[in-house]
């Protein structure tokens, strides 16, 4: 990639090192431009061996132009052509379709950013574990859907993951490497999203746009809904289940709406440790590329007197009854999990698109855990292939479902 100014007082890169080699899931995102923001202020310390994304064939050319990818897939193969064309004259190399994002994940990589949303990113993201790389985790959807056996191949090919999600990265970096069995609770903040402070009546006739209005983070728009709808902690306690192989008993959710406490650790002992920053997903990302090392990053800075206060509440489960599905997904196990996560990218969809009102999302989402539990679905996924299975009958399950109710005219836009 280009090179610049600034890496001199930078810790990695500077020191004479081989820059490390980065392969970029996600490249157009939310996340992947955050990413590419800090890969562009550190030339000197990346360089970039893939990039992925799906279909916006233009935002990804601009991306491999601007970072200097060896290689750039898109999964669309309708996108390959104009891909091609656009990255005309240059010496970086293009395919399209499932197996080229694969590619990507398994190119010559010292860290894979895997930053695809939803389960989408689940082969692409196994594929890289099941080389042993050192994998720096976005997409929390991977294990909710197929947590189990991704930890599983992880340990077996002794596969780093790195956690970007904030919750998760603040947690990792509170634990300081300390033994779990020393953890008395292991707690996440939510802000509590744009909802936080409405009734009932208001939540149910919430629309895209309102839905859409995180007041503190900006990101694309599968977690800004499920950040609305609480799903998003509960795919969250889920991650951290396995990431930090707790139990759902010692697993916790405060809603912080400052967003600055983004985790805890309370140890035996009666310590408790936290991991804060302003809320600038830069901060987790940035831990992550260079890890075990650090990065400067442009985030804004904490300023406790700015703040003045800091506030923590309980969640309502009766306002936000997505969140109490996703944690009896959690201590129930098998399945159910992978169900939870298939039907609400199913509904979070059909909100987006104006085909079911905002509470209809947590709805669509019960009642495909209830047709998992009655028709044995809900069997435990043994591998990522038996995951993605079950990922696919719910998602079928629950488009049927809308259309049907659909044809008939049963569906409430609130
Ligand atoms: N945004 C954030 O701040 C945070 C996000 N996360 C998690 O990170 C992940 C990414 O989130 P975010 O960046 O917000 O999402 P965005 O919707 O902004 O970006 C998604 C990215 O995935 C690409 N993509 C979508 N489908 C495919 C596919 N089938 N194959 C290859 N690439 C695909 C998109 O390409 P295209 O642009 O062409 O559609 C885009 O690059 C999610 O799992 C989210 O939960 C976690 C914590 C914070
Ligand atoms: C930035 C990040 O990590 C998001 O996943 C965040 O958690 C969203 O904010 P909520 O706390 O509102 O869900
Ligand atoms: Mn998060």
Not at 141 to 157: D, H, I, N, S, Y
Not at 223 to 235: E, F, R, W
């Amino acid at each position: 990639m280009a090179t610049g100014t600034g890496s001199d007082q930078l810790g990695t890169g500077s020191r004479g090192r081989p820059p490390k080699r980065i392969a970029l899931l996600g490249a157009t995102g939310s996340i992947g431009r955050s990413t590419v923001d800090l890969l562009l202020r550190n030339p000197e310390a990346y360089s970039v061996a893939a990039i992925a994304g799906g279909r916006d064939h233009a935002a990804l050319a601009r991306t491999a132009l601007a970072v200097k990818a060896e290689f750039v897939a898109i999964r669309d193969e309708d996108g390959y052509a104009a891909l091609k064309e656009a990255l005309s004259g240059t010496n970086i190399q293009v395919a399209a379709g499932r197996e080229a994002v694969i590619e990507a994940a398994t190119r010559e990589a010292d860290l894979v950013v895997s930053a695809i949303v939803g389960a989408a990113g689940v082969e692409p993201t196994h594929a890289a574990l099941e080389l042993g790389r050192v994998v720096a985790l976005a997409n929390k959807e991977c294990l909710v859907c197929a947590g189990g056996p991704f930890m599983r191949t992880a340990q077996q090919k002794k596969a780093r993951l790195l956690p970007i999600d904030s919750e998760h990265n603040a947690i990792f970096q509170a634990l300081g490497g300390e033994d779990v069995s020393r953890i008395e609770k292991m707690t996440i903040t939510a802000s509590g999203g744009p909802f936080r402070t409405w009734t009932r009546e208001a939540i149910e006739a919430a629309t895209v746009e309102q839905a859409l209005n995180h007041p503190n983070w900006a990101m694309g728009p599968k977690n800004t809904i499920d950040s609305a709808s609480l799903m998003n902690k509960g795919l969250e306690l889920i991650e951290a289940h396995h990431i930090f192989a707790v139990p759902a008993e010692k697993l916790d959710v405060v809603v912080h709406p400052q967003s600055i406490v983004h985790g805890l650790v309370s140890f035996t002992d009666g310590s408790v440790t936290a991991g804060l920053a302003r809320p600038d997903m830069r901060v987790p990302i940035a831990h992550c590329l260079a890890y075990p090392e650090r990065i400067e990053t442009p985030a804004p800075r904490l300023d406790l007197v700015a703040l003045g206060a800091l506030t923590f509440e309980k969640p309502d489960l009766d306002r936000f009854p997505a969140l109490g599905l996703a944690l009896d997904a959690l201590r129930e196990g098998g399945a159910l999990p992978t169900v939870l996560n298939a039907a609400n990218e199913i509904a979070v969809e059909a909100f987006l698109s104006g085909r079911i009102g905002f509470s209809g999302i947590a709805r669509e989402v019960e009642k495909a855990l209830e047709a998992a539990l009655k028709d044995g679905t809900a069997r435990e996924p043994a591998t990522v292939e038996d995951a993605l299975d079950i990922d696919h009958i719910v998602r079928e399950r629950s488009r049927g479902a809308l259309a049907m109710n659909q044809a008939s005219g049963m569906l409430t836009l609130q």
